[in-house]
T-cell receptor, first 114, second 114 residues
Framework: TQLLEQSPQFLSIQEGENLTVYCNSSSVFSSLQWYRQEPGEGPVLLVTVVTGGEVKKLKRLTFQFGDARKDSSLHITAAQPGDTGLYLCAGVTYSGAGSYQLTFGKGTKLSVIP | EAEVAQSPRYKITEKSQAVAFWCDPISGHATLYWYRQILGQGPELLVQFQDESVVDDSQLPKDRFSAERLKGVDSTLKIQPAELGDSAMYLC????????????FGQGTRLTVV
């Protein structure tokens, strides 16, 4: 069983502050994805990182995949109240028969206070 | 944009009763996932289908849970009998494989067992 550890579990910050969320595992993944989920809704994909060491930027969000493809980080610059939500990382592995499995971490619940 | 449809959106049932959830994935998506998500935590995979075949059901409590995707399109997840600990959000997701893994999630079914 592949486990993904996310930290911190909860994060409450003031608007305008920067933050980093971590996703760690002892397993190697084909790729790693970050999702954002709002209450009462399903997760929505933010980004997929594939290559070890890869860095992707999405406006104020910066995603990095570790060199060994076992860990990842999400950095938010100048957080806004609209960034509030549950951030989930998911490791992607090939599960056979042309299908891929997504294994999720427990998530980081972010609250940005105006 | 095409969406994953789930119904019902909310379900309250008494323990020991049977309950069923329905999911209609995005047209053409071969992979279908059922996840269970306890409030504030990450989704846990229950069962994964590739077309009509089960790829992974290792975490499905088979004494009470069953899932089917008879024609490789829509899917049903059943619990019989329901237990108090089954209260959670049940999420369905679909993905177009094998290139560019991206899971699209439905809004989920919020189950409360009383």
């Amino acid at each position: 069983t592949q486990l993904l550890e996310q930290s911190p579990q909860f994060l409450s910050i003031q608007e305008g502050e920067n933050l980093t969320v971590y996703c760690n595992s002892s397993s190697v993944f084909s790729s790693l994805q970050w999702y954002r989920q709002e209450p009462g809704e399903g997760p929505v994909l933010l980004v997929t990182v594939v290559t070890g060491g890869e860095v992707k930027k999405l406006k104020r969000l910066t995603f990095q995949f570790g060199d060994a493809r076992k860990d990842s980080s999400l950095h938010i610059t100048a957080a806004q109240p609209g960034d509030t939500g549950l951030y989930l990382c998911a490791g992607v592995t090939y599960s056979g028969a042309g299908s891929y499995q997504l294994t999720f971490g427990k998530g980081t619940k972010l609250s940005v206070i105006p | 944009e095409a969406e994953v449809a789930q119904s019902p959106r909310y379900k309250i049932t008494e323990k020991s009763q049977a309950v069923a959830f329905w999911c209609d994935p995005i047209s053409g998506h071969a992979t279908l996932y059922w996840y269970r998500q306890i409030l504030g935590q990450g989704p846990e995979l229950l069962v994964q289908f590739q077309d009509e075949s089960v790829v992974d059901d290792s975490q499905l409590p088979k004494d009470r849970f069953s899932a089917e995707r008879l024609k490789g399109v829509d899917s049903t997840l059943k619990i019989q009998p329901a237990e108090l600990g089954d209260s959670a959000m049940y999420l369905c997701a679909s993905s177009l494989n094998p290139v560019g893994v991206r899971a699209f999630f439905g809004q989920g079914t919020r189950l409360t067992v009383v």
